[in-house]
């Protein structure tokens, strides 16, 4: 007989299939913020440092936007919510 109650830690970290979720290979827009994040060390000023800038900003709100309304549990959209705030509080 299978258990068809779910619990607080179900909602939390499992996905619709069962599994639990907590970290999953990076989507395109992570890889993209990451990367430009990282470049900006490399060209600490410049127009370049600032298209990166621009770019790793814009690839990380969409990654945080995408988690918040199609992560697969409430842990990734929770996520998604934490790193958008984060970036406004940052930024001011």
Known sequence: MQ???NTLIDKIFRDSNGNIVIAQMPNPPLILGVVA???TFVFPSGTINTV?????NGALFTWAW???FQGVNYF???LGLVVLIGMSAFQI
């Open 52 to 56: 990166l800038y621009i770019l790793a």
């Open 76 to 78: 990734r959209r929770t």
């Open 66 to 68: 995408l988690e918040i």
């Open 3 to 5: 258990n068809t109650e």
């Open 37 to 39: 994040s990282l470049l």
